[in-house]
């Protein structure tokens, strides 16, 4: 799957499986992707080695909500009608961007 992000097209990487979506980027280092979980309204950065950005869509791509730098150890509750939670390195994602574009 590919987004846009700031004008460009971007891969991202889905986990849907029970298996990835439990594992997530726990314990990774160094993190430079971007992953996608579809139909997951909330997260927790439990055993995180570092700071990721967190966007939170509706099933057409609006951002509804945008957590810059969520430390380790942190819980985002269940939000209302989101439907894909993005996550990738910090920075990664700006309060500019109104909308990400699947391609």
């Given at each position: 799957?590919?987004?846009?992000?700031?004008?460009?097209?971007?891969?991202?990487?889905?986990?849907?499986?029970?298996?990835?979506?439990?594992?997530?980027?726990?314990?990774k280092?160094?993190?430079?992707?971007?992953?996608?979980?579809?139909r997951?309204?909330?997260?927790?950065?439990?055993?995180?080695?570092?700071?990721?950005?967190?966007?939170?869509?509706?099933?057409?791509?609006?951002?509804?909500?945008?957590?810059?730098?969520?430390?380790?150890?942190?819980?985002i509750?269940?939000?209302?009608?989101?439907?894909?939670?993005?996550?990738?390195?910090?920075?990664?994602?700006?309060?500019?961007?109104?909308?990400?574009?699947?391609?």
């Amino acid at each position: 799957m590919k987004i846009k992000l700031n004008g460009q097209p971007v891969s991202v990487e889905i986990y849907h499986t029970f298996f990835k979506r439990f594992l997530g980027l726990m314990g990774k280092r160094n993190i430079k992707k971007i992953i996608v979980f579809p139909r997951c309204n909330s997260i927790h950065t439990f055993f995180m080695k570092e700071e990721i950005d967190v966007v939170m869509t509706n099933k057409s791509g609006t951002i509804l909500y945008y957590y810059p730098c969520v430390k380790p150890w942190k819980i985002i509750l269940p939000k209302k009608n989101v439907y894909y939670t993005f996550e990738g390195p910090k920075n990664t994602f700006s309060s500019e961007e109104k909308e990400l574009t699947f391609v």
